[in-house]
């Protein structure tokens, strides 16, 4: 029976060997992240654009100043970091690592409450997929509705699985080899396989989250 561990901790040897599963083909073994490197070691050099709408009023705060001596309030807990240990979403908010490693962490258990759900969007989504590749002859408007629907459909599995903050996608793929290793496994799992994987999609309904952070064998942080 497997033992409770800390999904926070950041070394390796605290991963159950027991939920480890048989190691996979060398083809799908070179797509996956090198999870045992990740952690707090991986995470703190972040750079960012500092005119973008995220730091705009600490530019204004700070001035001319050395970036690396700032510090700034986690959005969510509101603990005070360096400029280089937060994180940007997409949506403003910047959080520290504790905070980015809560809502990893929550994806997979808001996938396992809305599961039914979210296998009810997916396969709406898929019917679209083959709508929109067996009638190539479709209008621009027939298209555009078609992608419209598939969006809307694609926002709804996000918020579902917990991806959303401020009604954007977090992009939480971007910072995976921040987190200590069993949350960036857990993550890469569900955002990787079904049931909000879904492989193959035309250019115009592929949203982003299909692929946010698979065939990467050493992610590191996107940094804006």
Not at 135 to 161: C, D, E, G, Y
Not at 185 to 210: K, M, Q, S, Y
Request: positive net charge; proline residues 8%; charged residues 25%.
């Amino acid at each position: 029976m497997a033992t409770l561990q800390n999904p926070f901790g950041d070394s390796p040897s605290r991963m159950d060997v027991g939920d480890e599963p048989l190691p996979p083909p060398a083809h799908v073994a070179d797509a996956i992240p090198d999870f045992h490197t990740h952690g707090e070691q991986r995470c703190g050099n972040h750079r960012h654009d500092l005119k973008s709408k995220n730091f705009e009023k600490y530019l204004q705060r700070y001035g001319e100043t050395e970036p690396a001596t700032w510090k700034v309030p986690c959005s969510n807990c509101h603990h005070r970091v360096k400029l280089n240990q937060v994180h940007d979403l997409p949506c403003g908010e910047i959080i520290c690592r504790n905070c980015l490693m809560v809502r990893a962490f929550n994806v997979k258990l808001n996938i396992e409450k809305h599961r039914e759900e979210i296998e009810v969007e997916r396969n709406a989504r898929w019917r679209i997929n083959m709508r929109f590749r067996r009638n190539p002859n479709m209008t621009a408007n027939q298209r555009k509705a078609v992608v419209q629907k598939n969006a809307a459909i694609r926002r709804n599995m996000l918020h579902l699985a917990g991806l959303m903050c401020c009604g954007v996608d977090m992009q939480l793929g971007r910072f995976i080899s921040c987190m200590a290793p069993k949350i960036s496994r857990n993550l890469w799992l569900a955002i990787d396989l079904p049931p909000l994987a879904l492989r193959n999609l035309p250019r115009e309904l592929d949203g982003g989250f299909d692929e946010q952070v698979s065939g990467r064998s050493d992610p590191v942080p996107i940094l804006a």
